[in-house]
């Protein structure tokens, strides 16, 4: 709430932090209190205490509801326990924004999206993670209305694209606005496409190389591909590629090969830690 001047944020926050360890590392906050405490703890130079409140797993916690089948955050703490069971019905809502808002902690600070200083509506954007705990990585994203504000529509959108990562929803999403879509990885990368037996099989059976067989796959799919490579002849391998084109069928046996969006790695949009 900036209510302590930011000299003395740090000393204010130790009590909080003493708070904690005297609860075990168990948060006590409710209602009012929740959606502050974590960016707080960060703001004052305590991301472990923040990541260590966010990873305890026994109750209170946001864990203890994942644990035990929670699809969404509850409206209480003890909404349901092992040793109590279900709180009253009058008020035990499974679905709730309040203890749920940790959700803006986890963007704003795990993934990094924030908005720059005195801005307002992500006109700035801000990218600053905070990295901790036992996370290794996380992944989202921010569509901005960048292009209904100013009417500028970007050329070229790069994301990892192959037959790996066809991300169908999101080359729909950059073709409606009129985005084309560019594949950095194109053969696929550490996902190793070029050594399916799909692929190598499409390959034999047309007298092709496997990395072929991938690039005219994006091709036919209108991507764009930049393969890189500093070989004179794999360099006339990659630009050969117009005198096939991929069956239905084959097409069809290259869709198995989709791990779903969840696997793809934009620069842009993950942090690895």
């Not at 703001?43 to 472990?48: N, R």
């Not at 794999?234 to 991929?246: C, V």
Request: net charge neutral; hydrophobic share 45%.
């Amino acid at each position: 709430m900036q209510l302590v001047p930011d000299e003395l944020r740090p000393a204010a926050a130790g009590p909080l932090v003493d708070a904690i360890r005297r609860a075990g590392w168990h948060l006590s906050t409710g209602f009012a209190g929740v959606g502050y405490l974590l960016p707080v703890l960060c703001g004052t130079g305590h991301t472990d205490v923040a990541y260590r409140l966010l990873e305890q797993d026994s109750a209170p916690s946001w864990r203890y509801m994942v644990d035990h089948g929670a699809t969404t955050i509850w409206e209480r703490w003890d909404g349901w326990t092992e040793q109590r069971g279900f709180q009253s019905a009058w008020m035990n809502s499974f679905n709730h924004y309040a203890l749920g808002s940790v959700g803006e902690w986890l963007y704003r600070f795990v993934l990094g999206i924030d908005q720059g200083p005195g801005g307002a509506g992500f006109g700035r954007l801000l990218v600053r993670p905070h990295p901790g705990g036992s996370l290794r990585a996380a992944r989202g994203s921010y569509r901005s209305a960048l292009i209904e504000a100013t009417g500028v529509t970007p050329a070229v959108d790069q994301i990892e694209l192959s037959p790996a990562l066809p991300r169908r929803a999101t080359v729909g999403y950059l073709t409606q606005a009129g985005v084309l879509p560019q594949a950095w990885s194109p053969l696929g990368g550490p996902h190793q496409v070029t050594r399916s037996a799909v692929v190598a099989g499409i390959a034999a059976a047309r007298g092709v190389s496997p990395a072929q067989v991938v690039l005219r796959w994006a091709v036919q799919q209108g991507i764009a591909v930049i393969p890189k490579s500093s070989d004179p002849q794999r360099q006339r391998a990659n630009l050969d590629i117009f005198r096939f084109s991929l069956s239905d069928a084959e097409l069809a046996a290259l869709a198995t090969l989709d791990l779903g969006e969840d696997a793809a790695v934009d620069s842009d949009l993950r942090v690895e830690f």
